[in-house]
């Protein structure tokens, strides 16, 4: 499939850079984008060259400035719904994907574009940037998992707070309650999210992988559950060249050199 909406870039590490880029829009999500970042994420999980992603927004202004509203304007009940369904799995896809994801947030992130940056596993943000799920505004609600998302980052009631009143905040306030993971200025945003990036793809892969996974099972499951799937995982990494690299490593007092396997 070939891209009008974003751009897919991959670099000599394996890190892909997706660029959402409707900057005229301030990188609204149509029905297109999606579909370009429905395939991006497909890429991003079979191609076992690219180790990790980060989701940015072209220009200075926007990360992305939600959904088209123009889109949603005219469905009917029934399209409505399958375009939830539709954007959920997409961002599902993103969220599940086994492999360090960090949103690039350079400017306003509101509904479908707060939904995009909830589903990625760390959110880095410009001192400028702006978050809200304004969806109430136009007399909708969030589509594509505001709702389930936002309260499991930040708690229920500030949750609320952001989904009833349909308000913004900034960065500095996005950091305070947890929502995004670390701000810095724009011209350091793509190298820190790269550095961070690193960091995570320097340990064992099917580790991260595992850690990723256990997570996402266990918030949505009970402790006795979630505490199950962590000791399965732990037995697997048991399993792997991985931790056997790693371990040793460790007691020869050297860096482990991973193989993925
Ligand atoms: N869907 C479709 N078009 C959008 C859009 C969206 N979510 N967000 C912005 N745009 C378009 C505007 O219509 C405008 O297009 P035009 O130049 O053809 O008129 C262009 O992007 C620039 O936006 P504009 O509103 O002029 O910029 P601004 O700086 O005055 O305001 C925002 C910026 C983000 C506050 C404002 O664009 C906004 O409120 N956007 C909608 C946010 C929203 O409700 N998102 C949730 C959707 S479910």
């Known amino acids: 499939m070939s891209y009008n909406n974003i751009r897919l870039e991959t670099d000599q590490d394996g890190i892909a850079l997706v660029t959402v880029s409707r900057p005229e829009k301030l990188?609204?999500?149509?029905r297109d984008t999606m579909a370009e970042l429905a395939d991006?994420?497909?890429?991003?999980?079979?191609?076992?060259?690219?180790?990790?992603?980060?989701?940015?927004?072209?220009?200075?202004?926007?990360?992305?400035?939600?959904?088209?509203?123009q889109e949603l304007a005219v469905l009917s009940a029934v399209e409505a719904r399958a375009l939830a369904l539709?954007?959920?799995?997409i961002f599902r896809m993103l969220e599940t994907l086994p492999k360090p994801t960090a949103a690039a947030v350079n400017g306003f992130a509101l509904g479908g574009g707060l939904?995009?940056?909830?589903?990625?596993?760390?959110?880095?943000?410009?001192?400028?940037?702006?978050?809200?799920?304004?969806?109430?505004?136009?007399?909708i609600v969030p589509g594509y998992g505001g709702t389930q998302r936002?309260?499991?980052?930040?708690?229920?009631?500030?949750?609320?707070?952001l989904?009833?009143?349909?308000g913004t905040i900034d960065a500095a306030e996005a950091y305070r309650i947890g929502l995004v993971n670390y701000v810095t200025p724009l011209e350091?945003?793509?190298?820190?999210?790269?550095?961070?990036?690193?960091?995570?793809l320097a340990n064992g892969p099917k580790a991260v992988a595992l850690a990723l996974e256990a997570v996402d099972v266990?918030?949505?499951?009970?402790?006795?559950?979630?505490?199950?799937?962590?000791?399965?995982?732990?037995?697997?990494?048991?399993?792997?060249?991985?931790?056997?690299?790693?371990?040793?490593?460790?007691?020869?007092?050297?860096?482990?050199?991973?193989a993925g396997k």
Do not use: Y
């Open 188 to 200: 350091e945003l793509l190298p820190f999210c790269r550095g961070w990036v690193h960091k995570a």
């Open 40 to 69: 991006a994420f497909t890429r991003a999980r079979e191609d076992a060259a690219i180790r990790a992603l980060i989701i940015t927004g072209a220009g200075e202004k926007a990360f992305v400035a939600g959904a088209d509203i």
């Open 86 to 89: 539709r954007g959920q799995a």
């Open 218 to 258: 266990g918030l949505d499951c009970g402790i006795d559950e979630g505490l199950r799937f962590e000791a399965a995982a732990f037995g697997l990494t048991a399993a792997t060249e991985d931790r056997n690299e790693g371990t040793r490593a460790f007691l020869e007092k050297r860096k482990a050199a991973f």
């Open 150 to 161: 936002l309260p499991r980052l930040v708690g229920r009631g500030r949750a609320i707070d």
């Open 115 to 139: 939904e995009l940056a909830m589903s990625c596993a760390i959110r880095v943000a410009t001192p400028n940037a702006k978050f809200g799920q304004p969806e109430v505004k136009l007399g």
């Open 27 to 30: 990188n609204a999500l149509n």
């Open 163 to 166: 989904l009833i009143t349909g």
